[in-house]
């Protein structure tokens, strides 16, 4: 059933603090929506169980991209096309860059926003796997409680559900400014474009002379929510790389992820194809460490 | 209802609406713009793209709340018959349509390309073009028609 407009409300404070009191009067009562390109695809279908929405789109408070001494603030109001286009982001966090630019048509970059993406909880969202190896925080703001701050990697609770309070709005993500010596973003979808994942791997690592000082490890598409594997970061931590590693890297992985079986895939490929990225990216940094590959 | 304000294809219009109401309906119901299409209505097809404040959208994921104030370009507002905008110059003369439904949509994607990139490679075509569908499957045509439309003379 196409959805009624008339049964539905929509406001437009056009400030942060007008939304935030908003939120506040009523907690619960009212949605935000950003660039609608998850909740007009409900409205369309007559799914929306949301009758109160309110406006954030294009808020001023929400956007822009900053370059602090230690951080990149990213306002959860950035959209896709901002993401993919942002030099800063080009530079500094090239997975996020290359996220943003294979999520959805130009026309929904367009619209769709890094908060939206976040709050929208969906466990194959394109940004998560590089936001969680980059080790993100959210900042989240209420009118009573002004900002507080969360690892990314806590943010979601669930399938679809996350830490956000009912009066609370995803302000901005902040991005610690790391050296990684290595980075990795791989989607296994249906096809190459414009497919939802079936499996994503983002990845960064620090190597020196051969041994894996640090690793961050980000999926999406195996777990209730997107997942941060640190028992398989643990497993990389200090150790020599080389084809044991690759195994034994393998073999943390799949202990630690319990993908599903859903409309998209199977949990039995999930984790296959899991292992396979990992010893993909851990295979690319032992070739480009030079002369590690042992061929395979 | 709300009032709202918009300039679309360079004319100021008044539109009174539920806000919730899509961009797509109040385009082709309320202003008899129905060179926008409805494909899928729900962002996958493109046959309802549009260009507002001068990008790419979805008309069917827009409510018109969201739009008050915003400067708005449909098909109608690329050329006449008379006097057409290259790209539906170059639809017609290198065979861009044959059922026509995705076209408008195609032509508005195109026009959002061919201003960042007058002379686009096939690669960028096809990445512009991605978030619409031919059920025709003519994307060979298309895409020609893209990548020729401000070619010397039209030709290659």
Known sequence: MRADATEYELVSPGTLDGVLALLAEAPGMWTPMAGGTELMVQFGAGRLRARRLVNIFGLAELGGISVGAETIRIGAGVTYTELRQSPVIQAELPLLARAASWTGSIANQNRGTLGGNLVNGSPAADSPPALLAYEAEVVLVSRAGGERRVPYAAFHTGYKRTVLAAEELVLAVEVPRRQWTHGYLRKVGARQAQAISKVALGAVARCVEGRVEEARLGLASVAEAPFRCVATETALAGKRLGPELVEEARAALEGEIAPLDDIRSTARYRRQVAGNLLEEFLRQIMAAEGGMNDGA | ?156
Do not use: W
């Open chain 2, 1 to 156: 209802m709300t009032r709202l304000m918009m300039t679309v294809n360079g004319e100021l219009r008044a539109v009174e609406a539920p806000p919730m109401t899509r961009l797509l309906d109040v385009l082709r119901l309320y202003l008899g713009l129905t060179g926008t299409k409805e494909g899928c209505g729900e962002g996958e097809c493109g046959a309802c793209s549009v260009i507002v404040n001068g990008l790419l959208v979805n008309s069917c994921l827009i409510p018109v709340g969201q739009v008050a104030g915003a400067t708005i370009c449909t098909v109608e507002g690329l050329g006449t018959p008379e006097q057409m905008h290259p790209i539906q110059a170059s639809f017609l003369k290198h065979g861009g349509a044959q059922c026509g439904i995705c076209t408008p949509g195609m032509m508005m994607a195109a026009v959002h390309l061919l201003e960042r990139e007058p002379h686009p490679s096939l690669v960028q075509i096809q990445e512009a073009l991605a978030g619409n569908l031919c059920r025709c499957t003519g994307y060979q045509k298309i895409f020609d028609a893209v990548r020729l439309a401000y070619a010397a003379g039209g030709e290659e």
